[in-house]
């Protein structure tokens, strides 16, 4: 059951888990690859490219006569074997975008986030007269001081997408110098960023609104 706490570190309740993570998620470790594998092509640029001999400006004009010489018999300067040559088999512009339904993205973040809670790796926080307007205050109710925050595992924080004008900048304004700790909201929110933090830090409306979305997509 995940905590509830206040902006000083202070516990207030605990929350029950939404039926949606607590299921056995043992077989879904091949959705969460498939999706972290998506995530992280997507994100490619795929604009490396090189010059096919064709490409390449000069060696109209053949280096040497075919016999004679004592030489390899040679076509063009801008040959692949050639310093300066075209490419063979170079890289061109290129999409690297995968594809994957939204049924399996949705069992991939759902069986990330049942990970994290069944190992209680899930804190939600109160925004309730929250002032975290420092990078300091943060880093203390994160890890107990500045200092601490340096070592500690990595952490993730997720606002509710109505919270982004209030809640949602000052958490994305304290916690921007935090070398451990990222910040986003419950939008952007996917299996990569999960999976990637050890500790997962909600706000109460952002635990809210992730349990009425899968609760009710169970539905």
Known sequence: MPAVIDSTGATLRDET????????????????FRAVHRELANKRAGTASTLRRDEVRGGGRKPWKQKGTGRARQGSIRSPQWTHGGVAFGPKPRSYEESLNKKERRVALQAALGDRFRNDCVTLLATENLNLEKT????????????????????????????????????????????????????????????????????????????????????
Do not use: I
């Open 17 to 32: 888990v939404p039926a949606a993570f607590t299921g056995d998620f043992a077989g879904k470790s091949n959705a969460m």
């Open 136 to 219: 300091r205050d943060l880093a203390a109710l994160l890890f107990g001081s500045a200092t601490a925050a340096k070592h500690r595992e990595p952490t993730l924080v997720v606002y509710a997408a109505d919270e982004r004008d209030g809640v949602g900048r000052q958490l994305e304004r304290s916690g921007r110098n935090l070398q451990r700790v990222s910040v986003t909201h419950l939008g952007a929110l996917d299996v990569k960023d999960v999976l990637g933090h050890s500790r997962l830090l909600l706000t109460v409306a952002a635990f809210g609104a992730l349990g009425n979305a899968f609760t009710k997509e169970s539905a």
